[in-house]
Nanobody, 124 residues
Framework: QEYLVESGGGGGQPGGALKLACAASGFTFSNSDVSWYRQAPGRERVLVASIDSTGGQTDYADPVKGRFAISRDNDKNMAYLQMNSLRPEDTAVYFC?????????????????WGRGTQVNVSV
């Protein structure tokens, strides 16, 4: 089962904008913290932006601060990454991640969900 499915990737020009979407299903999305990661060719996957379950708190990696915005719509089980002022170094595969913590009384469980990623290419 695919719990997270990303969309919205593609080609963008420097200075342009793209909006990625992440559709969730099969778990209680509204209780999860969501993050976007990216992985450039030959590099490790790195955290880009995070948002808590209520959408009240967001965090960004320094390279994207002021340019990217993460958001979510718990009614639609969707998360988004608005990418503005694109740069060639934003080229990467972007992955959606959701982390759900379950309180089972005697212990807690962490569940990590990942999408397959969507390619973003920024070039002239």
């Amino acid at each position: 089962q695919e719990y997270l499915v990303e969309s919205g990737g593609g080609g963008g020009q420097p200075g342009g904008a793209l909006k990625l979407a992440c559709a969730a299903s099969g778990f209680t999305f509204s209780n999860s913290d969501v993050s976007w990661y990216r992985q450039a060719p030959g590099r490790e996957r790195v955290l880009v932006a995070s948002i808590d379950s209520t959408g009240g708190q967001t965090d960004y990696a320094d390279p994207v601060k002021g340019r990217f915005a993460i958001s979510r719509d718990n009614d639609k089980n969707m998360a988004y990454l608005q990418m503005n002022s694109l740069r060639p170094e934003d080229t990467a595969v972007y992955f959606c991640n959701a982390v759900l913590f379950l309180d089972l009384g005697t212990h807690g469980e962490r569940h990590d969900y990942w999408g397959r990623g969507t390619q973003v290419n920024v070039s002239v």
